[in-house]
């Protein structure tokens, strides 16, 4: 075996694992893994001009390693660190090299752990077969069937034929597997066959279009096992002609599932998140960060147009007498059916936000605070006509109500809250309007109203 810093090319003479391999023209590689890193340290001569090594070890790999679905199978991914006792992990298994300025290559490896060295040491042995050039196969394909079939055959990927009428007349063994059937099986039979029913006429026109285009595609589709089950994979095809001049269209796929699967749960985690960071959880209405926003935006909106814009701040009455009184259980099914029963009396230009606790803000916007004070007094007559939760608790609310003029979001906030209060020293179960803002042309302010 060749240790750090040892140069040359007959590595096979040095290592019998590796000698055995060049006999049956199997590349071989030995990495010797420091601290979960693989470093390359020998080579047999197979893979010296398969793989087109240079001379002197240790060594860093000189290509990108892409596993299966050309994913980059880098760090804890590398082929050379997937060793265990179970026996699956034993078996070859397809990966893919992309080297500069070389085509990218798939080939079928085996990783055997190697006994001996030192303690600190684990050296693995990885043997490689069956190394083709992918990128070149879509673009020099000959012109023979029978060669093409040869060459189809060998491929890890899976590949098919199609003919014009859209007859499956080449299936390589691993697109059989993929799907589940014997060679016999496809062969002869249309393409639908292993399509969702769904797909079947806008596969067909691609499929006449395609003899037209001529020139590869590549696109992700769903298609259908023999068991049923869907999975989505990556096309690639192209057009070539047999040696009567007939035109035959190559295909080649990729399975994709697991990324696809892993992006549409990572998109549903987003949507969830940005549900999260925008909505209250127990009412569904939009909670006291977005809802400043959007306030800001009212704000900003009005005084950009001239646009009339209101604000109220609600306050359900007695609210912690009924959790203290009927437990938190109830307390929140009254914050939920209260949030659903105004935010459906409401206009949908109007917003109504979870503030905190049992504090509500609501943005009207197009109407004064006078309108806005009789919506409220229509909200607040309406819920006393309700029963809330299972208790069948009759609920009402305190509310202020204030009208932007030149003031700022949080001016505006404190006139409200100033209302709110107002409302509540007046008895609660009504409605006050806050004066405007210093300075406005109009200074009018009306006491607490109640329904």
């Known amino acids: 075996m060749i240790e750090s810093g040892q140069?040359?090319?007959?590595?096979?003479?040095?290592?019998?694992?590796?000698?055995?391999l060049d006999t049956l023209d199997i590349a071989a590689l030995i990495y010797r893994i420091d601290a979960g890193v693989p470093l390359l340290i020998a080579s047999n001569d197979s893979a010296m001009s398969q793989l087109n090594l240079g001379k002197r070890f240790p060594m860093a790999d000189p290509w990108q390693w892409l596993d299966a679905q050309l994913q980059p199978a880098s760090g804890v991914d590398h082929p050379a660190l997937q060793t265990g006792p179970a026996a699956e992990d034993r078996q070859w298994r397809c990966y893919h090299i992309r080297q500069h300025r070389q085509p990218l290559r798939a080939l079928q490896l085996k990783v055997t752990p190697l006994d001996g060295g030192h303690a600190s040491e684990?050296?693995?042995?990885?043997?490689?077969?069956?190394?083709?050039?992918?990128?070149?196969?879509?673009?020099?394909?000959p012109q023979s069937f029978s060669q093409l079939r040869r060459l189809i055959g060998t491929l890890p990927m899976g590949a098919c034929i199609i003919d014009v009428e859209g007859y499956l007349r080449l299936a390589n063994p691993a697109f059989c597997a993929f799907f589940g059937y014997t060679e016999s099986e496809l062969l002869n039979a249309h393409f639908r066959k292993i399509l969702p029913s769904a797909q079947y006429e806008e596969a067909t026109l691609r499929h006449q279009a395609s003899f037209s285009r001529g020139n590869a595609q590549r696109r992700a589709v769903d298609v259908k096992l023999r068991d049923g089950k869907l999975r989505t994979v990556i096309v690639e095809?192209?057009?070539?002609?047999?040696?009567?001049?007939?035109?035959?269209?190559?295909?080649?796929?990729?399975?994709?599932?697991?990324?696809?699967?892993?992006?549409?749960?990572?998109?549903?985690?987003?949507?969830?998140?940005?549900?999260?960071?925008?909505?209250?959880?127990?009412?569904?209405?939009?909670?006291?960060?977005?809802?400043?926003?959007?306030?800001?935006?009212?704000?900003?909106?009005?005084q950009r147009y001239g646009e009339r814009v209101s604000v109220a701040m609600l306050d359900i009455d007695h609210f912690k007498t009924i959790n203290d009184t009927y437990g938190h259980a109830v307390g929140d099914t009254v914050l939920q059916e209260f949030s659903q029963h105004l935010d459906q009396a409401l206009r949908t230009s109007d917003t109504l936000?979870?503030?905190?606790?049992?504090?509500?803000?609501?943005?009207?916007?197009?109407?004064?605070?006078?309108?806005?004070?009789?919506t409220i007094d229509r909200l607040l007559h309406a819920l006393r006509q309700q029963r809330l939760s299972t208790a069948s608790l009759s609920v009402s609310f305190s509310a202020g109500v204030g009208e932007h003029r030149q003031e700022s979001t949080d001016q505006l906030l404190e006139a409200v809250d100033s209302a709110l209060y107002q409302a509540k020293s007046a008895g609660r179960n009504c409605v006050a309007i806050a004066p405007l803002y210093a300075g406005a042309r109009e200074d009018e302010s009306r006491p607490c109203s109640s329904t």
């Open 353 to 374: 936000i979870r503030w905190g606790g049992e504090e509500f803000l609501l943005i009207l916007p197009g109407i004064d605070r006078f309108a806005a004070q009789r």
């Open 7 to 20: 140069t040359g090319s007959r590595h096979a003479g040095q290592d019998p694992s590796l000698a055995g």
């Open 237 to 302: 095809d192209m057009i070539c002609h047999k040696d009567d001049g007939q035109p035959l269209r190559v295909v080649f796929l990729v399975d994709i599932t697991e990324r696809r699967n892993f992006e549409r749960r990572l998109e549903e985690k987003n949507r969830r998140l940005e549900y999260l960071a925008t909505r209250d959880e127990l009412t569904g209405l939009h909670n006291r960060r977005f809802g400043l926003e959007l306030l800001e935006q009212s704000v900003e909106r009005s």
């Open 122 to 141: 684990k050296r693995v042995l990885v043997a490689i077969s069956d190394i083709t050039d992918v990128d070149s196969v879509s673009t020099q394909l």
